[in-house]
């Protein structure tokens, strides 16, 4: 195969084949996108194309343009056909099904009937559609060499062959099914594949299976983040689910989508954001696939606002306004930042990208934007102040652009004025809209980066630096409890933050003695936190909490005052023994319970027959002798 020139889209409009411009203009298509553009023009028209495109710039729509001709002809209906004329390749069967819906609606008028073939789904039903006959039939590879092995999937018709996504199907690991299917095609057939990149095995794939390929590039590298604004959160790595939570907040977004590197970090997120009231979906691997087309459907028709998935929704889902894509994990290279990203921004439409990032990965951050070429702002997390600004903000607008009163309405809004005041509606008007709202998290104040670099936050020896507090003023309070009732800080602080409705950062020092614990609170929580250990009493386990009055003496042992307390010995370990004047004495050469010395000088470590003299259990060998079990008593 040879490669033409590379050449950019016209900026004209092109004209489509007659049998898709009505479904183009229900869907409101005025113009098209480069891309759409690129394979209509000249050569493209006729030829193999090797296409790469940005996510989201419409080449689903693109390739069905592209392949109409081939498959319609002159005709603006097509005949029916027993055996497939199209065949669309896709790496997941989400996007699989996804081009399947799109082909659907864009040959509609033209009388072409589309089948899928995906795996997860019932490949009875499958067969039954293909044996109804299909015009364009949209797969993923696995399953579509199971139906070609089966005798199912007939392709000796086939006109056009779309590779969508190609290098995603490499990666994937499907190159030998790819050869299996195209092997098993027409060679005068059209040959199309799409990819993001075109990688060495991309190139070598369309070197064996294209002819003279037309390549295209529909944009270059510096337009694929024009439609998207990345913004860098940074947060303090506890905080990180908070500021997720404040982000959707903030934002407000009909529809977003969250991701995550793994599926448990899927199942909690989902878990915690269902909690605080939102209306969320998960889309991960271990799903089936009955339950990632519900997910994604509710995502479709509104009845869901946010998806947490893994990054099986990062190549070519496309949801209807999704204007804000969350990294809740930093993705690990510049390929999967751009492909999750890819999901807002799409067709001309203005998107939000967040990277929650915490304060130490600040550099792996700027790296990964720097490598896909993207500029991102640096800013803290939305705090409760800021959301609660934009509440108002919301709730101001909506009531100054609502409608006057309708008649029905009329009697009943004279009534209320009559009986209340404007003051009195305003308010109750306002409680009732915070009270749907759900209420934003605490988030900590960041450090922002000083000219490109963050503040150092490890020591000499590299491990990470505490965060300081300002405990001046702090109160010392007394927990009952210590060293001997095994108090640890691990479950103290808990029960402390519980107690007095506070948060760790509230919380300063914690000195642990045999009898009593002593903690700091800050100064400016220290009363609040008085009153409400006053007036609960006694808490979990029997432990009360009391006004300390002044700062605890240093503790008795040395070592630190978080020294666990010495080991009791072993019920079966003898106790050392102990001189007159209450010290250890000096250790016996040879301790009592000691096993014997097998590898003493000159010998081969091995046990002897003597060293076990009197153990009935060895015999003459050294070896342990063992009773049979399977054998009868007498």
Known sequence: MTMSDEFQPASVPIDVHPALSPALARQGYATLTPVQMAVLEGKAAESDLLVSAQTGSGKTVAFGLAIAPTLLGETSIIAPADRPLGLIIAP???????????LRWLYADAGAVTASCVGG???????????????????????LRDHITKGSLDLSALRAVVLDEADEMLDMGFREDLEFILAAAPESRRTLMFSATVPKQIAQLAQTY?????????????????DIDYQLVLVQSHERENAIINTLLYYDSGSAIVFCHTREAVKHLAAQLGDRGFHVVSLSGELSQSERTNALQSMRDGRSRVCVATDVAARGIDLPNLDLVIHADLPSNPDTLLH??????????????????PVRRYSAAMRVLGFANAQGTVRSAPTAADIEARYREQILEAATSAAVPEEAEA??????LTRVTSEQLAAAYLRQQLSTRPAPEDISPTPMPSEGKMPKLHDAAGKPKPE????TGAAWFSLSVGRNKRAEPRWMLPLICKAGDITRDDVGSIKIFDDETRFQITAERAAEFAARIAKAG?????ITISPAGSTPPEPARSGGDDRPPPRRPRFDEP??????????????AKRPWAKPDFAKKGTTGKPKPGDFKGKKSFGATGKPKYKSKTKAPK
């Open 538 to 542: 006694s808490f979990e386990r029997g």
């Open 121 to 143: 789904m019932d490949m009875r039903k499958e067969v039954r559609q293909l044996d109804r006959g299909a015009h364009i039939v949209v797969g993923t590879p696995g399953r």
């Open 575 to 588: 106790t050392p023994p102990q001189s007159a004047d209450g010290e250890r004495a000096a250790k016996p």
């Open 92 to 102: 997941t069967r989400e996007l699989a099904l996804q081009v399947e819906r799109e």
């Open 210 to 226: 294209q002819r003279d390929a037309v390549r295209i590039v529909a944009t270059g590298s510096r337009e694929r983040h024009a």
């Open 411 to 416: 009697a009943f809004v004279a009534e209320l």
């Open 340 to 357: 999750r990203s890819g999901r807002t921004g799409r067709a001309g439409r203005k998107g939000v990208c967040v990277l929650i990032v």
């Open 468 to 471: 300081r507090r300002d405990m």
